[in-house]
């Protein structure tokens, strides 16, 4: 795996991820840009982030 791919892994609490995988990963911190902010900081908010 790659170093992203193990990050991800840790973070989804699975053994290994590989490309085109759905995982649901503990997220640190998100970067966003001046226009996807506002909606992204909305929808994470909604679902309890």
Known sequence: ???TEKI???RA???EVKPGDLIF???DIAMTTDISSPLTIKVFREIGG
């Open 25 to 27: 990963a503990k997220i």
């Open 13 to 15: 609490g699975l053994k």
């Open 8 to 10: 991800l892994a840790n």
């Open 1 to 3: 795996m790659t170093l």
